[in-house]
């Protein structure tokens, strides 16, 4: 089992930037995927992206070109980049890991979940 604790969110202006980070402790995060979801007010939790244990990056059709995700094993992190804010990105962010994952998109794949950030993207 692994501890995530997501950090970087809060209020943000649309047509900015931000580096969400998902910090991982009680293992290695070096044989996880990560994925990243999120959840907006009134909505179902949504797909953003992830990455395998061993690299690869997938995001959700619909976000493709904002979204960036990236990993550092040596920190023991992985990183959401949004760019180009819109009002429409504000949502709970949640990071979760999957032991040998291949990046899905099935947030029941995932057996390890962040508590969640809040982004707030402001118009």
């Known amino acids: 089992q692994v501890q995530l604790v997501e950090s970087g969110g809060g209020l943000v202006q649309a047509g900015g930037s931000l580096r969400l980070s998902c910090a991982a402790s009680?293992?290695?995060?070096?044989?996880?995927?990560v994925g990243w979801f999120r959840q907006a007010p009134g909505k179902e939790r949504e797909f953003v992206g992830a990455?395998?244990?061993?690299?690869?990056?997938y995001y959700a059709d619909s976000l493709k070109g904002r979204f960036a995700i990236s990993r550092d094993n040596a920190k023991n992190t992985v990183y959401l980049r949004i760019n180009s804010l819109k009002p429409e990105d504000t949502a709970v962010y949640y990071c979760?890991?999957?032991?040998w994952g291949r990046g899905n998109s099935d947030p029941d794949r995932y057996t390890d979940w962040g508590q969640g950030k809040q982004v707030t993207v402001s118009s």
């Open positions: 979760a890991a999957e032991d």
């Open positions: 009680g293992r290695t995060i070096r044989t996880y995927a």
């Open positions: 990455v395998s244990w061993s690299g690869g990056t």
